[in-house]
Nanobody, 128 residues
Framework: QVQLAASGGGSVQAGESLRLSCAVS????????VGWFRQVSGKERELVAT???????????FYGEAVRGRFTMTRDNAKNSVDLQMNDLKSADTAAYFC??????????????????WGQGTQVTVSS
């Protein structure tokens, strides 16, 4: 089993930055990827960013089109965690952000049913 704990959400003004963190615990060595998704009430959960956790592509990153160039995902091996640095935030980034992990398959897959573990959401609110 794998446990994911997300933190770092909050309320900011447009143009400001926030950093989210996801602590990964349990049997994490067998994971293929860790990612961030976000969801606005009434809408589908969407992929924000992912990082390949193991294998030949370990460390490779993927970003959704809406955040590319503004968000950066990094892995901290010492803490067994991943951070999502969010810069130049826009009101459209307002959502609940979820950390997720998967055991197999493509690390950039946006299909929710391919992600095996989910953390609790952390709210990000951006005011314009």
């Amino acid at each position: 089993q794998v446990q994911l704990a997300a933190s770092g959400g909050g309320s900011v003004q447009a143009g400001e930055s926030l950093r989210l963190s996801c602590a990964v615990s349990g049997r994490s060595s067998g994971l293929s990827a860790v990612g961030w998704f976000r969801q606005v009430s009434g809408k589908e959960r969407e992929l924000v960013a992912t990082i390949s956790w193991s294998g030949p592509s370990s460390g490779s990153e993927f970003y959704g089109e809406a955040v590319r160039g503004r968000f950066t995902m990094t892995r901290d091996n010492a803490k067994n965690s991943v951070d999502l640095q969010m810069n130049d935030l826009k009101s459209a980034d307002t959502a609940a952000y979820f950390c997720a992990a998967k055991r197999a398959g493509a690390f950039m897959s946006p299909r929710l049913d391919e992600w095996d573990y989910w953390g609790q959401g952390t709210q990000v609110t951006v005011s314009s």
